[in-house]
T-cell receptor, first 116, second 113 residues
Framework: ETGVTQSPTHLIKTRGQQVTLRCSSQSGHNTVSWYQQALGQGPQFIFQYYREEENGRGNFPPRFSGLQFPNYSSELNVNALELDDSALYLC???????????????FGEGSRLTVL | GENVEQHPSTLSVQEGDSAVIKCTYSDSASNYFPWYKQELGKRPQLIIDIRSNVGEKKDQRIAVTLNKTAKHFSLHITETQPEDSAVYFCAASIGAAGNKLTFGGGTRVLVKP
C-alpha cells in the first residue's frame, strides 16, 4: 500500500466529453506526476506538478491539463476526449529534493478510462 | 527526448531458471534507471533501481547491471518462482530529483511451475 489513492477507478465516456481524474498524495510527497498507460504498453509521462506549478510536460496536447492543490493532491483534466485516450491513468508521487531515496515513484492503482 | 527500448516483449521460463531482460536508452545524460513490476490490474511497483555511478546492484534474487558506454542496462532474476510472473518495465530519467521517467514497452514474464 503506497498511500496514493486515485478516483474514480473506472469510468466510461464518449468522444468529445471531458473527464477529471483525481489523486491524493502520500504524506510528505509534494511532487505528483501523471502517466498514461495504454493497453500492453509502458506508462508515458504526461506532466508533473511541484508546489502547484507544472514542472515538466511530456508529448501530450494542451487538452490534457492538470492542477495541484496546497495539500499536494492533484487533478488531471482531459477535454474533447478521443478514442485513443482510452487507457489507464496513473498518478505517482515522490518527495522533491536530493537524497538517496528520492528517485522512487509511488504509484496509485490508476483510473481506467474507456472512451466510446 | 529520451527513448527506451526493451527486449524481449515476452519471456517464458521454467521455475528455478534465470530470466534476463535488456533495455537500451538513447540520452547519455540519463543517470537513474529503475525497474518496475506490474501484476495484472495492479500498480507498477519498484523492485530495484541503479544510478549511473554504479555498475551493478543486487537485492536477493534480482540484480541490475548498467553499461553507460553502450547505454544499456539489464535485469537478472535468478531462481525464478511462479510469483515472479508479471510485466516488468525498465525506465530511465535525468536527475534523481523530480523524476520524469521514460519507460520501455514492458516484458511479460511467465514462470512455468
Amino acid at each position: 500500500e503506497t498511500g496514493v489513492t486515485q478516483s474514480p477507478t473506472h469510468l466510461i465516456k464518449t468522444r468529445g466529453q471531458q473527464v477529471t481524474l483525481r489523486c491524493s498524495s502520500q504524506s510528505g510527497h509534494n511532487t505528483v506526476s501523471w502517466y498514461q498507460q495504454a493497453l500492453g504498453q509502458g506508462p508515458q509521462f504526461i506532466f508533473q506538478y511541484y508546489r502547484e506549478e507544472e514542472n515538466g510536460r511530456g508529448n501530450f496536447p494542451p487538452r490534457f491539463s492538470g492542477l495541484q492543490f496546497p495539500n499536494y493532491s492533484s487533478e488531471l483534466n482531459v477535454n474533447a476526449l478521443e478514442l485513443d485516450d482510452s487507457a489507464l491513468y496513473l498518478c505517482a508521487t515522490q518527495p522533491y529534493g536530493t537524497g538517496i531515496n528520492v528517485g522512487e515513484l509511488f504509484f496509485g492503482e490508476g483510473s481506467r478510462l474507456t472512451v466510446l | 527526448g529520451e527513448n527506451v527500448e526493451q527486449h524481449p516483449s515476452t519471456l517464458s521460463v521454467q521455475e528455478g531458471d534465470s530470466a534476463v531482460i535488456k533495455c537500451t536508452y538513447s540520452d547519455s545524460a540519463s543517470n537513474y534507471f529503475p525497474w518496475y513490476k506490474q501484476e495484472l490490474g495492479k500498480r507498477p511497483q519498484l523492485i530495484i533501481d541503479i544510478r549511473s555511478n554504479v555498475g551493478e546492484k543486487k537485492d536477493q534474487r534480482i540484480a541490475v547491471t548498467l553499461n553507460k558506454t553502450a547505454k544499456h542496462f539489464s535485469l537478472h532474476i535468478t531462481e525464478t518462482q511462479p510469483e515472479d510472473s508479471a510485466v516488468y518495465f525498465c525506465a530511465a530519467s535525468i536527475g534523481a530529483a523530480g523524476n520524469k521517467l521514460t519507460f520501455g514497452g514492458g516484458t511479460r514474464v511467465l514462470v512455468k511451475p
